[in-house]
Every structure is written in structure tokens, then in C-alpha cells.
Nanobody, 128 residues
Framework: QLRVVESGGASVQSGGSLRLSCTTS????????VGWFRQAPGKEREGVSY????????IYADSVKGRFTISRDRIENRAYLQMNNLKPEDTAIYYC?????????????????????WGQGTQVTVVS
């Protein structure tokens, strides 16, 4: 079974930092594209960041550019989302997603429909 599990969510003060982790099982993340998404209460799920399979060229939503960094650890078979200078509007459930068959040439984060492997999410709360 192909699974991803997110961890690292917490409640932090505005301006603080968190690092979310995406741990995989059942597949080698080296061969999969990774996306981070978030969903705030009453809002649609939105793409936060994306990193393709073959090259480490990341894409970010405008709302997080300069503050968030996506990365993958090819030895540990994990992905990360480093979040700095957090704002109250970053409060959401954050999801890691992976897809093995994704070819993406766009400048924006792919949609959630482009990913088939999803975790249960981890809550991030930023208080002012």
C-alpha cells in the first residue's frame, strides 16, 4: 500500500517557524513528484508548493514565496516543508501528496487532482 504521513504541525506565534515532514511507505519517493497543499476552514484546498521528480526545481504559491521551502531527502525517502515567518493566514491543515506519473510544465503548483497519494494532514495554527 502506498502511503504518506505528515507530521510537524503545531500551534506557533506569528513570525515563528515550523518544519513539516512527509514520510512515505510502500514506494520510493525518489521517483515521485511531491506537492504540499493546505486547506483552511471554509476554504478550498490550495497548492502551496511542488517539487518534480527528476530535478529539484520547486514551485511555490505566491502567498508563501520567500517564506516556505520544499525539499526532499533522497536517502531518508522523505519530503519536507520548511515554513518561516508564519502568518495567521497560514493556519490550515497541511497535506503532503505524491504522484509517480506527473509531468508538469506549468509555473504554478499543480492541482490536487494531479496527485493520487495523500496523507491525512497535519494541523498548523498561527496565532497573532
Amino acid at each position: 500500500q502506498l502511503r504518506v504521513v505528515e507530521s510537524g504541525g503545531a500551534s506557533v506565534q506569528s513570525g515563528g517557524s515550523l518544519r513539516l515532514s512527509c514520510t512515505t511507505s510502500g514506494f520510493n519517493l525518489d521517483y515521485y513528484a511531491v506537492g504540499w497543499f493546505r486547506q483552511a476552514p471554509g476554504k478550498e484546498r490550495e497548492g502551496v508548493s511542488y517539487i518534480p521528480t527528476a530535478v529539484d526545481k520547486a514551485i511555490y504559491a505566491d502567498s508563501v514565496k520567500g517564506r516556505f521551502t520544499i525539499s526532499r531527502d533522497r536517502i531518508e525517502n522523505r519530503a519536507y516543508l520548511q515554513m518561516n515567518n508564519l502568518k495567521p493566514e497560514d493556519t490550515a491543515i497541511y497535506y503532503c501528496a505524491a504522484e509517480g506519473a506527473l509531468t508538469w510544465d506549468g509555473d504554478s503548483v499543480p492541482t490536487s487532482a494531479d496527485f493520487s497519494i495523500w496523507g491525512q494532514g497535519t494541523q498548523v495554527t498561527v496565532v497573532s
